[in-house]
């Protein structure tokens, strides 16, 4: 009979759900974030709890968001006809632009008017600064992982 401990090494190893990557993550974007607010009059947040809970927000939208967006480019280099494609496509240019307007309503369905970030093109600029620190992360932390 085999001891407990040899059957957890079997078992195969799930990915928690909140890895260290990820905080650091949700870090680099409360600083990202409170740049913006300093630097940007329309972004606004009145606390830095306030910032820090918007930062987790914001890392679950992407995240989610990125998952979307993966999940859809596996459709379209997997479709056969160019229907197929043209849907992928299509639904791409929906996700990308509308997963801004998610943000921008989310942020102020959850936080109302205590946090606010600007408009659509300054959501869109904070959202790529995000994503560009996200994959600075990744490659910083990429050599670690082994």
């Known amino acids: 009979m085999d001891a407990p401990s040899d059957r957890r090494e079997d078992a195969p190893r799930r990915r928690p759900w909140v890895t260290p990557l990820d905080l650091v993550d949700v870090l680099v974007y409360v600083v ?30 992407l995240e989610l968001v990125l998952l979307a967006k993966n999940a859809i480019r596996r459709r379209l280099r997997s479709a056969s006809s160019v229907g197929g494609r043209v849907l992928a496509v299509a639904m791409l240019l929906v996700v990308l632009p509308g997963s801004k307007l998610v943000v921008l309503e989310l942020v102020a369905l959850v936080f ?18 995000l994503m560009l620190a996200r994959g600075g992360v990744r490659l910083i932390f990429r050599g670690r992982e082994s």
Do not use: M, R, Y
Not at 114 to 123: D, E, K, N, P, T
């Open 112 to 129: 109302g008017d205590s946090v606010q970030l600007g408009g659509f093109f300054l959501v869109t600029a904070l959202i790529v600064a």
């Open 32 to 61: 990202i974030l409170n740049l913006a607010i300093e630097f940007f009059p329309t972004v606004i947040s009145e606390t830095f709890t306030l910032s820090l809970l918007t930062a987790v927000l914001l890392k679950l939208v």
